[in-house]
T-cell receptor
Framework: DGGITQSPKYLFRKEGQNVTLSCEQN?????MYWYRQDPGQGLRLIYY???????QKGDIAEGYSVSREKKESFPLTVTSAQKNPTAFYLC????????????????FGSGTQLSVL | RKEVEQDPGPFNVPEGATVAFNCTYS??????FFWYRQDCRKEPKLLMS???SGNEDGRFTAQLNRASQYISLLIRDSKLSDSATYLC?????????????FGQGTTLQVKP
């Protein structure tokens, strides 16, 4: 079955530590996205990538980094510079690079809950 | 002003009730509108797209009012399984990148 796989489901970070959240898709989608969700809040865009080897900052990129070396993979690193990392992180993909007038339906992974020890 | 605003609720309704949610958006150039459903600590899932002419899918009806810049979701004959958070989603300012803006969600609790 095609889909998006996020791992781990739960992750704990110590002070000053970098952690990496995995996102893999076998849908052959061009565009991939990382969102952060805080309790009672909507999803906020961290980074997105419309094609391999290219990515763009979203609205809250500070303290995060990404890479897109392969079409199917878009890992997110939460660096020590992110002072409030506790949140639910969602990865998503879209088949059409997100252009207007095309299918903007997002396919989501099941999420990673990151907490600080 | 937030780009997409929703009443967070919660809306507590009995089974069988009809309930409606509204969502306002600030960018008059927005072209794509969606309702997503999210269960607690799960990923959002597309419920329905919202078309200019309005659209219906079973007990769910979505409508768009461009003049007043809001979209609505009507749920008829509510079921216990409808209990969830409903996210309003609109394509954002940088629309050529397909950046979608999510509202904070409206929580629905359907009681027996």
């Amino acid at each position: 079955d095609g889909g998006i796989t996020q791992s781990p489901k739960y992750l704990f970070r110590k002070e000053g530590q970098n952690v990496t959240l995995s996102c893999e898709q076998n849908l052959n989608h061009d565009a991939m996205y990382w969102y952060r969700q805080d309790p009672g809040q909507g999803l906020r865009l961290i980074y997105y990538s419309q094609i391999v080897n290219d990515f763009q900052k979203g609205d809250i990129a500070e303290g995060y980094s990404v890479s897109r070396e392969k079409k199917e993979s878009f890992p997110l690193t939460v660096t020590s510079a992110q002072k409030n990392p506790t949140a639910f992180y969602l990865c998503a993909s879209n088949p059409d690079r997100g252009a207007v007038g095309t299918n903007e339906k997002l396919f989501f992974g099941s999420g990673t809950q990151l907490s600080v020890l | 002003r937030k780009e997409v605003e929703q009443d967070p609720g919660p809306f507590n309704v009995p089974e069988g009730a009809t309930v409606a949610f509204n969502c306002t958006y600030s960018n008059s150039a927005s072209q794509s509108f969606f309702w997503y459903r999210q269960d607690c600590r799960k990923e959002p899932k597309l419920l329905m797209s919202v078309y200019s002419s309005g659209n219906e899918d079973g007990r769910f009806t979505a409508q768009l009012n461009r003049a007043s810049q809001y979209i609505s979701l009507l749920i008829r004959d509510s079921k216990l399984s409808d209990s969830a958070t409903y996210l309003c989603v609109v394509n954002g300012r940088s629309s050529n990148t397909g950046k979608l803006i999510f509202g904070q969600g409206t929580t629905l609790q359907v009681k027996p």
